[in-house]
């Protein structure tokens, strides 16, 4: 039987696991989103939408479905789906990998103020005596920073909220990466930014805003990672095909009986 393996994807290194596994290998490749963007970029291969009900949800899902693997590409801030898939596949003792994508680490030059949760994030920026404010943060993480009467944001996101928070002084720019780096430097100039607040979400696609940032002085206010679980790791794809030829049924005859 063709081995099956699920993808929790939403990211870009998800799209890319997909399309090369369905063009490249003897597998039938189900990619999973939670259904937060209106019309995704679908992969090749079979996608399905929405959550699956928490941790026992997802292991039900695994056994109906006969999944030989899992491989957790969703984006390094959602947490509750990596908890979940370690929980759902123990459960249902299914092979579990994390595909990774590296977190930005700070160079010399940079002006970074690590924060561990969108309080101290406010905080931070309350203190720190910012005025213009780059935010570019998620949908739902918005609200936080509503009440900071003092600071003008510049808010950057793919889709805008509904509704957006009251901002008593604020501009939303609808952008979707990857940005580079002179319209970065442009982006800062014009509005006369004196603050990034943003996610360690790690990649290419929106590092040059920190280039950016590094070459005017600016002081950037980075949110740590949220804890994940430990798994076997991985930050290249293929890495990610090497994993799934040794766990994958039949593919290691040396261990098999
Ligand atoms: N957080 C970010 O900054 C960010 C940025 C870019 C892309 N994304 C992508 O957007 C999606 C949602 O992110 P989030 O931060 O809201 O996740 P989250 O907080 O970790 O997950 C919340 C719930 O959404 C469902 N879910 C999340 N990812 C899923 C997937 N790939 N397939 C099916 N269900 C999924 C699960 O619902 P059930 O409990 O019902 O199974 C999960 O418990 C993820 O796929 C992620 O890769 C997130």
């Not at 390094?76 to 990596?82: H, I, K, L, V």
């Not at 561990?116 to 570019?136: H, I, N, P, Q, Y």
């Not at 996610?199 to 070459?215: C, H, M, P, Q």
């Amino acid at each position: 039987m063709t081995p099956r393996v699920l993808i929790l994807g939403g990211t870009t290194e998800g799209y890319a696991l997909a399309e090369t596994l369905t063009a490249k290998r003897d597998l039938q490749v189900i990619n999973s989103l939670a259904g937060r963007t209106a019309s995704p970029r679908l992969p090749a291969g079979e996608t399905r939408i929405g959550g699956f009900g928490g941790a026992a949800g997802l292991a039900d899902f695994l056994r109906l479905q006969g999944i030989s693997a899992v491989i957790d590409a969703t984006h390094p801030f959602a947490a509750s789906m990596g908890w979940n898939a370690a929980e759902g596949c123990r459960a249902a003792q299914v092979a579990l990998l994390r595909l990774d994508r590296p977190a930005w680490t700070p160079q010399p030059g940079d002006r970074w103020e690590m924060v561990d949760d969108w309080e101290e994030t406010v905080s931070t920026l309350r203190d720190c005596g910012a005025r213009r404010v780059l935010l570019a943060v998620g949908r739902q993480e918005l609200a936080a920073f509503a009440g900071l009467q003092d600071i003008w944001f510049l808010i950057r996101m793919v889709t805008a909220p509904e509704p957006l928070p009251p901002f008593p002084r604020a501009r939303l720019l609808l952008a979707r990466g990857p940005f580079d780096l002179s319209a970065e430097r442009e982006l800062l100039e014009t509005h006369a930014i004196d603050t990034i607040v943003c996610k360690n979400s790690g990649g290419d696609s929106t590092a040059a805003k920190l280039v950016a940032a590094r070459e005017r002085g600016l002081r950037v206010i980075m949110r740590r990672r949220p804890t994940r679980p430990e798994l076997p790791l991985v930050t290249r794809i293929p890495d990610a095909i090497a994993w799934l030829d040794w766990v994958l049924p039949g593919s290691n005859p040396a261990l098999d009986p």
